[in-house]
């Protein structure tokens, strides 16, 4: 089956500067990527998504990234600010059936 | 207007005990999950069903039993409580098998004592 790791666990950054989190998964059949963003408290609220046949996404300060060659993709976060402080979780998940593979998560904070 | 809830959010109960979490949405989604969150902040799934036929049945133990009366209701009955079922139980939905945004519901919190 599908194995998804997420690096780093932890990530702090000042705020106004860049956060990047990285993910790699290991069925090449994988053909949806969503990233999750995770407050306290909270469930998980979908904050953008990838498609395979697509190689970058831009929603306004979010940006997602993907590589099908190396099988990884990327969560850009720019111009950050206190309430990106979350836990993020990055998905893939298989043309068939109905599985998220999810990664470990990332918790950014950041820091006024 | 919730798209997906749950209740109860909060629930202590004693080893041993039997209790149910209800999940409901309103997206008009034919596939509702189960998912369970330890402390660690990992999800993992615990059970799909589309349209009131379960598809997902990962690795749980069989005290755990979901039923859904309908495809917008997934409930989770979880029968002689133990500590180690203390976790984030979260509900989700999506609109068909596979490749689709799954909405998580808000929650519930599980202690056992």
């Known amino acids: 089956g599908e194995n998804v790791e997420q690096h780093p666990s932890t990530l702090s950054v000042q705020e106004g500067d860049s956060a990047v989190i990285k993910c790699t998964y290991s069925?090449?059949?994988?053909?949806?990527f969503p990233w999750y963003k995770q407050e306290l408290g909270k469930g998980p609220q979908l904050i953008i998504d990838?498609?395979?046949?697509?190689g970058e996404k831009k929603d306004q300060r979010i940006a997602v990234t993907l590589n099908k060659t190396a099988k990884h993709f990327s969560l850009h976060i720019t111009e950050t600010q206190p309430e990106d402080s979350a836990v993020y979780f990055c998905?893939?998940?298989?043309?068939?059936?109905?599985?998220?593979?999810f990664g470990t998560g990332t918790s950014l904070t950041v820091i006024p | 207007d919730t798209a997906v809830s749950q209740t109860p959010k909060y629930l202590v109960t004693q080893m041993g005990n039997d209790k149910s979490i209800k999940c409901e949405q309103n997206?008009?989604?034919?596939?509702m999950y189960w998912y369970k969150q330890d402390s660690k902040k990992f999800l993992k799934i615990m059970f799909s069903?589309?349209?009131?036929?379960?598809?997902i049945n990962e690795t749980v133990p069989n005290r755990f039993s979901p039923k859904s009366p309908d495809k917008a209701h997934l409930n989770l009955h979880i029968n002689s409580l133990e500590l180690g079922d203390s976790a984030v139980y979260f509900c989700?939905?999506?609109?068909?098998?596979?490749?689709?945004?799954?909405?998580f519901g808000p929650g519930t919190r599980l202690l056992v004592l």
């Open positions: 069925d090449s059949a994988s053909n949806y």
């Open positions: 997206l008009g989604h034919d596939t």
């Open positions: 990838i498609r395979s046949n697509v």
């Open positions: 998905a893939a998940s298989p043309p068939t059936g109905n599985q998220f593979y």
């Open positions: 989700a939905s999506s609109q068909i098998q596979g490749g689709e945004t799954q909405y």
């Open positions: 069903y589309n349209n009131k036929e379960l598809i």
